[in-house]
């Protein structure tokens, strides 16, 4: 009697429940994504895909694959954007140089309520949605939202100052997984341009 009592009263797990999860709980992360970004009208004006590698704190690697190459490594202290195709690296310190992007976010460490109100949107078509509105003005995101498909992260939809959505979808995700530390490192290849530092 007691333990049928028990379950009945328990709340259903909600999209924060499932976002409360991946912050608390997952300290690396793996996926591979498709990213577009969308205008005012949902109308794609940027398609790519690559794979993304996260261990917290500020650790990752997005790596750009398609239509063009781009890798954006964080080693904890820096931040290195290389464009193969511009045969440059940018690099310049980490802290305060991401803002609220998604790398920041998912890779970021601590109480998201000390920089996101964080509100439920409930359920669509099996994807559990919650919003992030940011505490800072200068977020560069006036929305996010973050949805998730059976507990496991699945979405994120970042909408900007122009109207702007960026759409990132993850699959084949890996949650807790060893990643070697020569992933977070970058050297610039011969004969690049470095600009920063």
């Known amino acids: 009697m ?11 797990r909600t999209g924060v429940d499932d976002l409360r999860r991946f912050f608390k709980d ?3 992360y793996s996926a591979h994504f498709s990213q577009v970004v969308l205008d005012e009208r949902n109308n794609p004006i940027q398609q790519s895909t690559g794979t993304l590698w996260i261990e917290r704190p500020n ?9 063009y190459e781009q890798q954006i490594v964080a080693d904890g202290k820096r931040l290195w954007v290389y464009d193969p195709g511009l045969q440059q690296v ?6 305060g140089s991401l803002g609220n ?8 460490k601590g109480r998201l309520e000390n920089n996101f109100k964080i509100k439920s949107l409930g359920e669509q078509d099996g994807t559990a949605w919650v919003q992030l509105s940011s505490r800072h003005k200068d977020s560069g995101y006036d929305d996010i939202r ?7 992260l699945h ?10 959505t960026t759409r990132i ?8 997984i060893h990643m070697e530390t020569s992933r977070f490192t970058f050297t610039p290849p011969d004969g690049v341009d470095v600009v920063g530092e």
């Open 2 to 12: 007691y333990l049928c009592l028990a379950s009945a009263s328990a709340a259903p």
């Open 26 to 28: 997952v300290n690396s």
């Open 59 to 67: 650790r990752f690697r997005w790596d750009y694959e398609k239509p």
């Open 90 to 95: 940018t690099v310049r310190p980490l802290a």
């Open 101 to 108: 992007t998604p790398a920041a976010l998912l890779a970021g």
């Open 146 to 152: 973050i949805g998730f498909v059976q507990g496991k």
């Open 155 to 164: 979405v994120l939809e970042m909408v900007d100052g122009f109207g702007h």
């Open 169 to 176: 979808t993850l699959d084949m995700p890996r949650e807790n």
